[in-house]
């Protein structure tokens, strides 16, 4: 059935469905030039790897918290309460999980640098300079 807002012709359709017809019989790229294939995904990616970065899920590094924490957050805000950066990561466009986490921390609780948010983050612990 032809709705009428396809992107493509119908000869460049049948012409797209051949071309992958060896892809998805043999389950694997049928190019002979290797360039044409994708790059595969590198294992140590810690965020392909093991999913994205979220500083409740077990596994998770204290490094990899801290990496993606200072990516948002740089060296402006500190020292700031958990409040004040639950609101800047807020503002940078963090993750959810990552505002969540922090604004799970006491309101008032106070940090010096990024490493004492990722402790905190990552160890539940107070982690702050109070």
Same mark, same amino acid.
Request: charged share 30%; glycine share 12%; hydrophobic share 35%.
């Given at each position: 059935?032809?709705?009428g807002s396809d992107?493509?012709?119908?000869? &460049? *359709? ?7 017809? #060896?892809?998805? &019989?043999?389950?694997? +790229?049928?190019?002979? %030039? ?8 590198? *294992?140590? *990616?810690?965020?392909?790897? =093991?999913?994205?970065?979220? +500083? =409740?899920?077990? /596994? ?13 957050? #740089?060296?402006?805000?500190? +020292?700031?309460?958990? #409040? ?6 807020? !503002? #940078?466009?963090a993750p959810d ?11 008032? @609780? &106070?940090?010096?640098?990024?490493? @004492?948010?990722? %402790?905190?983050?990552?160890? /539940? &612990?107070?982690?702050? !300079? /109070?």
């Amino acid at each position: 059935m032809q709705r009428g807002s396809d992107r493509l012709s119908v000869h &460049r *359709d049948d012409e797209m469905k051949h071309e992958l017809q #060896g892809l998805l &019989r043999s389950g694997h +790229p049928t190019r002979v %030039e290797e360039w044409h294939d994708p790059e595969p995904v590198a *294992d140590d *990616d810690p965020e392909v790897a =093991g999913g994205p970065v979220t +500083p =409740g899920r077990s /596994g998770v590094s204290l490094e990899a918290v801290r990496l993606e924490l200072a990516r948002v957050l #740089g060296r402006g805000p500190f +020292p700031a309460t958990a #409040g004040e950066l639950a609101g800047v990561l807020r !503002d #940078g466009h963090a993750p959810d999980t990552f505002v969540q986490a922090v604004e799970a921390l006491p309101r008032e @609780q &106070r940090f010096a640098n990024v490493q @004492q948010l990722a %402790e905190a983050l990552t160890e /539940g &612990r107070s982690g702050g !300079d /109070g």
